[in-house]
């Protein structure tokens, strides 16, 4: 929150249906010109978007968890198995 001060300001809004809906940029009191500053946002911007839209997260499905789980058991049950056979 910017309480009794003046900031100067940049909105970036994506076209078309993007990831997000738009991005704010605070900026320093800097001499440098509007032209540089706006591309600069959108340079930003649009990195973030291609790092974010890269390949998407695998989920694992019901039947691999599972098969997972059991093979996990029948790792366990083996060597409790062998414990018990070597006592």
């Not at 940049?10 to 249906?17: A, C, I, L, T, Y």
């Not at 704010?24 to 946002?41: C, K, Q, S, Y």
Request: net charge positive.
């Amino acid at each position: 929150m910017v309480k009794g001060i003046s900031r100067r300001v940049v909105v970036v809004r994506p076209e078309g249906q993007g990831v997000f809906e738009q991005a704010i940029f605070l900026l320093r009191d800097t001499a440098a010109p509007r032209g540089d500053i706006v591309r600069e946002a959108c340079r930003i911007a649009n990195g973030y978007l291609a790092v974010r839209t890269g390949r998407p997260r695998r989920r694992f499905t019901l039947r691999q968890m599972l098969g997972a789980g059991a093979l996990g058991a029948a790792a366990a049950s083996a060597v409790w198995l062998a414990v018990l056979l070597i006592l």
